[in-house]
């Protein structure tokens, strides 16, 4: 039963993406918060509300070592959920210094003092930056 739930994520990702517009990450930006949706271990899937940064026609969301990272370390393809529309994504883990600077006064921009906050209390939204792009 677990092996399931893998293969009704990939059927709900090719039905939403045959309904769904070509991704437009300028639009997708405006939204303050978006999903991330995974696959569980077990199979089960993982829906994860994160925020989202624009640069350079990338989206970029962060997470500390939380399970749905541990996922896309497992498997990358994940879907992004925007306004109720998936999005079939692939996530790249981000290691470029210079890149993490850009990215991180993005989400100082658009999330003003809740990042500040976050960065005064030890925390920026977390150590693992991953790109997102659509599939």
């Known amino acids: 039963m677990a092996r399931l739930a893998p293969l009704a994520l990939l059927l709900a990702t090719l039905a939403a993406s045959s309904h769904a517009e070509e991704l437009d990450w300028a639009a997708a930006n405006e939204h303050g918060v978006v999903e991330v949706i995974t696959v569980d271990p077990d199979g089960d899937l993982r829906e994860t509300k994160v925020w989202l940064g624009v640069l350079d026609g990338f989206g970029y969301v962060r997470t500390d070592d939380s399970r749905w990272f541990r996922n ?64």
């Open 72 to 135: 896309i370390e497992r498997d990358p393809d994940v879907t992004l959920r925007i306004d109720g529309v998936d999005h079939p994504v692939r996530a790249e883990i981000m290691d470029d210094t210079d890149l993490r600077e850009r990215v991180d006064d993005v989400f100082r921009e658009k999330y003003g003092w809740q990042v500040r906050l976050m960065e005064i209390f030890g925390g920026d939204g977390g150590d693992n930056m991953l790109r997102l792009t659509a599939r």
